[in-house]
């Protein structure tokens, strides 16, 4: 099982970009799925979280930019950030809880990361 993000990149402060992630491999459900993200120096935190029945929370200072949603029969979340901030600059991770099998204990799954930097 592994997850893999995609669509990072460098942006101008007040842009946006969409982050996506798809989980694949031998996978029976996937539950909870979130965006973490970790910048240089500091440590890694949770930036929000989607649940199967949709969900969500968000860091308080990303809320009202940020929006996470789910398409459940890709296993894929997305993540669309508008008006960035510099300090929003970070590789992004992409995690999830995910069942190989009926009755298997979930696996914490994460992703490799994809890098978002904010120029002011």
């Known amino acids: 099982v592994q997850l893999v993000e995609s669509g990072g990149g460098l942006v101008q402060s007040g842009g946006s970009l969409r982050l996506s992630c798809a989980a694949s491999?031998?996978?029976?459900?996937?539950?909870?799925m979130r965006w973490s993200r970790q910048a240089p120096g500091k440590e890694r935190e949770l930036v929000a979280s989607?649940?199967?029945?949709?969900?969500?929370n968000y860091l308080a200072s990303v809320e009202g930019r940020f929006d996470i949603s789910r398409h459940n029969g890709l296993n894929t979340i997305y993540l669309q950030m508008n008006n960035l901030k510099p300090e929003d600059t970070a590789v992004y991770y992409c995690n999830a809880n995910i069942l190989e099998s009926w009755g298997s204990d979930p696996k914490n799954v994460w992703g490799q990361g994809t890098q978002v930097t904010v120029s002011s």
């Open positions: 989607i649940t199967a029945g949709g969900n969500t």
């Open positions: 491999g031998s996978i029976f459900k996937v539950g909870t």
